[in-house]
């Protein structure tokens, strides 16, 4: 598919795009669309989904690391809460610190591929808008290891989060 989609650019779409001053698709409403032949139009949509098959792949390729990430981060917390030596407050410190730098790193690329105009276009939101997808993505990306690291530090929180999965873990016996 990547070379005919090769192919296709060569011979046939590069003489059509070397003809034109303007693009043949645009948003915008000031300039003149003109009529695309059909195998232009088809040739155009074919090598555009190949990139788009690319794409895609390369956002799943990114959420499987942000959820790797967040594992970790969850593992770390529960081997910095089982650990049975001293420097405990330090460790502790660092778990926080790396969860705002794990929350500051996933945030910038979330933002950053909102932004992106041919992203926007393919997500089908706002172009340059963080939207409540954004916000629904950050969210889900940062709430398990935000709960971790609160039911670390805080045993009651932690009684509290066990008391809801008693009776599940009752039910599997």
């Known amino acids: 598919m990547a070379k005919t989609a090769a192919v296709l650019i060569c011979k046939m ?19 003149k669309l003109q009529d695309l032949c059909v195998s232009r139009a088809l040739a155009e949509e074919f090598t555009g989904l190949v990139y788009v098959n690319f794409l895609v792949t390369v956002l799943l390729r990114m959420r499987t690391q942000v959820i790797c990430a967040s ?34 790193a996933v945030g910038f690329v979330y933002a950053e591929m909102h932004r992106e105009a041919i992203l926007s276009r ?37 009684q509290y989060l066990f008391s809801w999965l008693e009776p599940a873990l009752q039910a599997m016996k």
């Not at 059509?16 to 001053?21: L, S």
């Not at 081997?79 to 730098?101: N, R």
């Open 13 to 31: 779409l590069i003489p059509w795009w070397g003809h034109e001053p303007e693009p043949a698709v645009s948003e915008d409403p000031r300039l």
């Open 71 to 104: 594992g970790l981060y969850v593992l770390l917390v529960l081997a910095i809460g089982v650990y049975p030596f001293e420097p405990h407050p330090a460790l502790q410190s660092l778990t926080v610190i790396l969860l705002l730098a794990l929350g500051a």
């Open 122 to 158: 393919l997500t089908s939101t706002n172009i340059g808008e963080l939207g409540l997808d954004f916000w629904v993505k950050l969210a889900s990306a940062g709430a398990i290891p935000l709960f971790s690291l609160l039911a670390a530090q805080f045993p009651s929180i932690n």
